[in-house]
């Protein structure tokens, strides 16, 4: 969550006249306060006005490349949120049916993950990828802690994972005091590979986190591989190192696209997986998802049973109360579509993706990092020869044109690479993908016609927040 400062300002709110409830003057005579509360209340469709203009100045949802959250749901999910926005997840007793669906969709991802025996898998909701993260480390340090002698006096525990991982494992790290152990990139080397793990895995390491789509292109990484290369250090030393499969895009992806790909539980060293509902799961934000493959794998100390609002509730979770509409939208994700309907929308945005990257390939200003064929998800950078402009120029005449696709460096020792990253999601289609492409070829010429790339702030490294 954003940090933000209170402010001094004493300006006012503007209002139109014509939302006075009935007499124009009298609107007129309503300014509330920006930065402290009015005195008394005004109508609700005054303070519904207000606040609906100030938000058109965001961006447009649905031409937002950069995020990964879905945009779009049908209407009958949207319907049946609003009549689930008054109730609390965690009121399990109160609303049995809600908690019911949970059950149904932790199910639902444990058969499609592959887990051995789905009746011992142990899963929740979360607020997202990163609640999910967090509850993932935790149980992996807590393992591993039990399994180290000296702990907590001589020895500190760390966690593998590549430099281009989600910022809430370096969250993790920090709150949870892990060292955060990230394999750099090398040359053509993007993510994660299992000569990169091995580099850093000892004794003290709670795991190795292997992440299925890369935020910042999209790249699987090569959990099969990393898991192959943990099992031969481990009959060499005897010390056991688990994965986590970060698979906040990548497990509602592979499953129906890649079903020969090898990266779940069928792989017996993966502990535990995480997803975005709330990405290509499909659904508005925010719900995410935490599996392990069975008890042993979540310590039972963690896992809370409070006696509350009449009932035994075993929880795991670093919030507590927070809406269950998320969870029934999954529900209903999941029950409207089925696992081809899941295909045909993952293929979609796939296709669509491969297709754009294929256009921006036709043009010798551009070259890939990568295609859109694992995650439906391309990075881009300027030819080698370009020296006229760069992509953060690229990104700036976009946003004039209402597409918001960010322009980044990748992290430490590859930061030489900046791209632009076009993320495909359910909604963007074809049509608008033609759209896109027409603004690209559209902008071309005039940035082939500058002299150097345009200055940027320094301190604006990227335009990468996600």
């Keep these: 969550m954003s940090l933000h400062k209170g402010s001094s300002a004493p300006h006012d709110v503007s209002v139109n006249p014509f939302v ?106 979360t607020t997202g990828s990163s609640e999910a993260c967090m509850l993932a480390g935790m149980a992996l340090k807590r393992r591993w802690s039990k399994r180290t002698p000296g702990y907590p006096a001589t020895a ?110 069928r792989l017996p060293r993966v502990a535990s997986i995480n997803t975005s509902g709330h990405k290509y799961g499909l659904v508005y934000p925010g719900v995410g998802w935490a599996l392990w493959r069975d008890a042993d794998e979540l310590p039972d100390e963690l896992v809370f049973r409070v006696n509350y609002l009449g ?56 070259r890939l990092i990568t295609h859109g064929d694992q995650l439906p998800v391309f990075a881009v950078t300027t030819a080698p020869d370009v020296k006229n402009f760069d992509v953060f120029d690229v990104s700036r005449r976009l946003r004039e044109r209402g597409w918001l696709v960010p322009a980044y460096t990748y992290p430490a020792d590859r930061e030489d690479l900046a791209v632009l990253r076009v993320v495909c999601r359910n909604g963007f289609s074809e049509d608008l993908s033609s759209l896109l492409m027409a603004d690209i070829e559209r902008l071309l010429p005039e940035l082939c016609a500058q002299s150097h790339p345009l200055d940027r702030p320094r301190n604006v490294a990227t335009a990468f927040h996600h």
């Design 20 to 125: 006075g409830v009935a007499d124009p003057v009298g609107g007129m005579e309503t300014a509330p306060p920006k930065h402290r509360l009015a005195e008394g209340p005004m109508a609700p469709s005054a303070a519904y006005q207000l606040v609906h203009d100030e938000l058109m100045l965001d961006g447009n949802s649905r031409l937002n490349l950069a995020t990964f959250v879905t945009t779009w749901m049908e209407p009958q999910a949207t319907l049946l949120m609003t009549e689930c926005v008054d109730k609390n997840m965690i009121d399990k007793d109160e609303y049995p049916r809600t908690a019911e669906l949970e059950r149904r969709c932790v199910a639902i991802l444990s058969d499609l993950w592959n887990a051995p025996d789905p009746a011992k898998t142990v899963g929740c909701s």
């Design 156 to 265: 500190r525990p760390n966690l593998v994972m590549g430099a281009n991982v989600q910022v809430c494992w370096e969250k993790f790290c920090t709150f949870w005091e892990v060292e955060a152990r990230l394999a750099p990139m090398r040359g053509d080397r993007l993510h994660l590979d299992a000569e990169g793990a091995m580099e850093l895995v000892d004794e003290n390491t709670i795991g190795v986190v292997a992440v299925l789509g890369s935020t910042f292109d999209g790249s699987y990484e090569p959990v099969a591989e990393i898991c192959a290369a943990l099992d031969d250090y481990e009959q060499r030393t005897g010390v056991h190192v688990p994965v986590h499969v970060d698979g906040a895009s990548g497990a509602m992806i592979a499953p129906f696209l890649d079903q020969d790909l090898v990266w779940d539980f």
């Design 311 to 366: 009932g035994d509730m075993p929880t795991f979770a670093l919030n507590f109360s927070r809406p269950g509409a998320q969870v029934v939208a999954q529900y209903y994700s999941f029950l409207r579509l089925g696992f081809g309907g899941y295909r045909a929308v993952q293929q979609a945005s796939r296709d669509v993706a491969r297709s754009v990257a294929g256009e921006f390939a036709a043009h010798e200003q551009f």
